[in-house]
Nanobody, 116 residues
Framework: QVQLVESGGGLVQPGGSLRLSCAAS????????WNWYRQAPGKERELVLG????????TYADSVKGRFTISRDNAKRTVYLQMNSLKPEDTAVYYC?????????WGKGTLVTVSS
């Protein structure tokens, strides 16, 4: 069973930055895909960004374009979410997801609170 561990959440002021990380335990797939989701209070989970093992990136949420970037380190089995120019509406629990073949593995989430 692949385990995902997220880190990097916390409280940040509007306009600030945070970098989230999500590290996976051992797996043997050579091709895979990472996604970051978020779920704001009282709202449905939203797909934000995705990146493949080959480096292909897709931005799904228009609200983060130009502010959030996704990257990965294949050797470390880790995906990152760099969040800049944070806004109060970015407040949410952020989840990483790893797709290996036909299986999806989820992290437990990390809370990001944007507030002054």
């Amino acid at each position: 069973q692949v385990q995902l561990v997220e880190s990097g959440g916390g409280l940040v002021q509007p306009g600030g930055s945070l970098r989230l990380s999500c590290a996976a335990s051992e797996f043997t797939f050579s091709t895979y895909a990472w996604n970051w989701y978020r779920q704001a209070p009282g709202k449905e989970r939203e797909l934000v960004l995705g990146i493949t093992s080959a480096g292909g990136i897709t931005t799904y949420a228009d609200s983060v374009k130009g502010r959030f970037t996704i990257s990965r380190d294949n050797a470390k089995r880790t995906v990152y979410l760099q969040m800049n120019s944070l806004k109060p509406e970015d407040t949410a629990v952020y989840y990483c997801k790893l797709r290996l073949g036909f299986m999806d593995y989820w992290g437990k989430g990390t809370l990001v609170t944007v507030s002054s």
